[in-house]
């Protein structure tokens, strides 16, 4: 999701020059990797900055899937939609 989110934010910025699309996705995908990187070394809060992220990520996605109705956009948003929920569940269980 990192990859993709970063990926996005460069296409978007090359095709229309948006630099709060390319600093909103290089932030994102920033904190993914970060998250991922605290999931894999067992430390704390790793699961929580996952959740949040995809979250971040699915927000404008679904506004813009919902507004243009092209795959891009709603493929992401599905993406982000899934890992929202998986890491959602994943921190649920981690604290009950």
Same mark, same amino acid.
Request: aromatic fraction near 10%; charged fraction near 15%; charge should be positive.
């Given at each position: 999701?990192?990859?993709?989110?970063?990926?996005?934010?460069?296409?978007?910025?090359?095709?229309?020059?948006?630099?709060?699309?390319?600093?909103?996705?290089?932030?994102? #995908?920033?904190?993914?990797?970060?998250?991922?990187?605290?999931?894999?070394?067992?430390?704390?809060?790793?699961?929580?900055?996952? #959740? #949040?992220?995809?979250?971040?990520?699915?927000?404008?996605?679904?506004?813009?899937?919902?507004?243009?109705?092209?795959?891009?956009?709603?493929?992401? #948003?599905?993406?982000?939609?899934?890992? *929202?929920?998986?890491?959602?569940?994943? *921190?649920?269980?981690?604290?009950?």
């Amino acid at each position: 999701m990192s990859g993709l989110s970063m990926l996005g934010g460069a296409f978007a910025f090359a095709r229309t020059g948006s630099f709060p699309s390319l600093a909103g996705s290089f932030t994102i #995908a920033g904190i993914m990797a970060l998250s991922s990187m605290r999931i894999r070394d067992g430390m704390d809060y790793g699961l929580e900055g996952a #959740a #949040a992220s995809s979250t971040l990520l699915f927000v404008p996605m679904i506004r813009r899937a919902l507004a243009t109705r092209r795959a891009i956009p709603s493929a992401l #948003a599905a993406l982000a939609a899934a890992s *929202t929920a998986y890491y959602g569940k994943e *921190t649920a269980e981690h604290y009950a």
